[in-house]
């Protein structure tokens, strides 16, 4: 009888939720990681009108939120400060103007000079793979991991560092997977990079490519439980796991994280904040964006090879 | 019985007992290192498979830190050895390791190695100068047999 009475009640809170998830889904506004739905409701956006002489056809809060995620702040209320966020803005904008922070992705390829009061002549180079991205404000954060002498090595940078003099994007592109730790626990020839690699020159107007390379992970033990976190970047992981590690994977599965609106609201900032800040950014990024560009075109003019003889 | 069936009609119970935060990879006693320098007894240790254990760090944390002397034993022998490469988290700009490197040192500073075959950082140039003083040992031999700085 209990029984009966449990599963009738389960049943009709199942389809409460069920419908009370469609209404929701209709009122709220569209989360920061929908594509496709935020596309349909640029030309309805204020902004649209307000900055008259952009080249292209999209919302700036679109491309902008992917090229520079550190304009934005950290979602969690506890940690917000309208204020503070503001002043950082400017801050950030300033460094910008002194120094080219370039458009860099996790799994593009970078090269930072640092003036680094312990080495010889006081400047030091690295280039490595970015393999993450983190914080936000100042305190932007990125990783870069190489194999030097067949032996891993990782630095992580502060992005608004005053001791750095340079970033230079080597090979600008993605990769399939948003954070590369992974990359620890692969062979050595997917983390080497040379230090006197040429800068690779997209041509203008290109998306930034997604490089689609699998890599091969070494045998257990891992760092990490890889086959729990759903690569894309992976190809080999299925050859090292035991039977008791697929069953606990099918066990540790949370399918239904993807619907879980309030989580996905929790982690993001929404549509309306994100106007508001890029509006206040918009212009002097886009200034920038513009300077670089006719640098790059005034430096590819002015650089003619010196022949001798 | 009400409260069991409860638990068994909710599939998304999944705690476990224990907690699964990641380690934090500090160098302390019997902490496994590998030596890099091409120092005879280093070579032959790495060779076997039989990497060196840390018995003592020399600061009062008694965790090792970029920099520290630390006394292994090494092939039924104690040896000291300064960390060059630590696998823990480091600070901004101090470069991070996929392993737990040691040079082998003696008693004043001279390094047992002709040669460091794997990248070196900066930062150790400032701590060891530091660490060095006029009458104790010079660390600052090991600076001059790397091969290369990061």
């Known amino acids: 009888m209990a029984l009966a009475v449990r599963k009738t009640g389960a049943d009709i809170f199942s389809v409460t939720r069920w419908f009370l998830r469609r209404e929701c889904r209709l009122m709220s506004t569209l989360p920061e990681k929908a594509e496709a739905p935020e596309a349909e409701s640029v030309p309805s956006e204020p902004q649209q009108q307000r900055v008259g002489r952009r080249p292209r056809m999209s919302n700036p809060a679109v491309e902008f939120r992917h090229a520079y995620p550190e304009f934005l702040p950290d979602p969690n209320p506890k940690w917000r400060n309208s204020l503070r966020e503001k002043l950082e803005r400017a801050d950030m904008l300033k460094r910008r103007s002194q120094i080219d922070v370039p458009e860099f992705y996790v799994g593009s390829i970078l090269g930072v000079t640092i003036s680094d009061p312990h080495a010889q002549g006081k400047t030091n180079r690295f280039v490595g793979i970015c393999i993450e991205r983190k914080g936000c404000g100042l305190r932007a954060e990125f990783t870069l991991r190489n194999v030097v002498d067949h032996q891993g090595v990782e630095i992580r940078y502060e992005l608004y560092d005053p001791t750095i003099q340079k970033i230079q994007v080597l090979r600008l592109e993605k990769r399939l997977d948003e954070k590369l730790f992974y990359l620890r626990d692969a062979l050595p020839e997917y983390s080497t990079f040379s230090f006197d690699m040429d800068p690779e020159i997209l041509p203008e107007g290109t998306p930034v490519p997604i490089n689609p390379v699998q890599v091969k992970l070494k045998p257990r033990p891992w760092l990490e439980r890889w086959e729990r976190q759903e690569l894309q970047g992976v190809s080999n992981i299925e050859e090292h796991l035991k039977e008791k590690d697929r069953k606990r994977r099918e066990l540790r599965k949370t399918p239904w994280e993807e619907f879980d609106l309030m989580k996905q609201y929790r982690k993001t900032i929404p549509e309306e904040d994100q106007s508001e800040i890029w509006g206040e950014v918009y212009n002097k990024l886009h200034q920038l964006q513009m300077n670089r560009k006719k640098m790059s075109r005034k430096r590819t003019f002015t650089t003619p090879k010196t022949q001798l003889g | ?150």
């Not at chain 2, 224990?18 to 890099?36: A, D, G, Y």
């Not at chain 2, 040992?137 to 990061?150: E, G, Q």
Request: proline content about 5%.
């Open chain 2, 1 to 150: 019985m009400f409260r069991s069936l409860l638990n068994r009609l909710n599939p998304t119970k999944l705690s476990c007992g224990f907690h699964t935060s990641t380690c934090l990879n500090e160098v302390q006693l019997l902490t496994r290192l590998r030596v890099v320098d091409n120092s005879e007894i280093g070579k032959r240790a790495m060779a076997e498979g039989k990497p060196p254990k840390v018995i003592c760090v020399y600061n009062k944390k008694r965790i090792g830190y970029i920099g520290d002397r630390v006394m292994v034993a090494i092939k039924g022998q104690k040896k000291k050895g300064i960390l060059v490469g630590l696998k823990q988290t480091q600070n901004v700009k101090v470069p991070k390791f996929d392993s737990n490197n040691i040079v082998l040192i003696d008693d004043n500073g001279t390094p047992l190695g002709t040669r460091i075959h794997v990248p070196i950082p900066t930062i150790l140039r400032t701590i060891l100068k530091e660490r060095t003083h006029a009458k104790g040992a010079d660390y600052t031999k090991l600076l001059s047999i790397a091969t290369r700085f990061v």
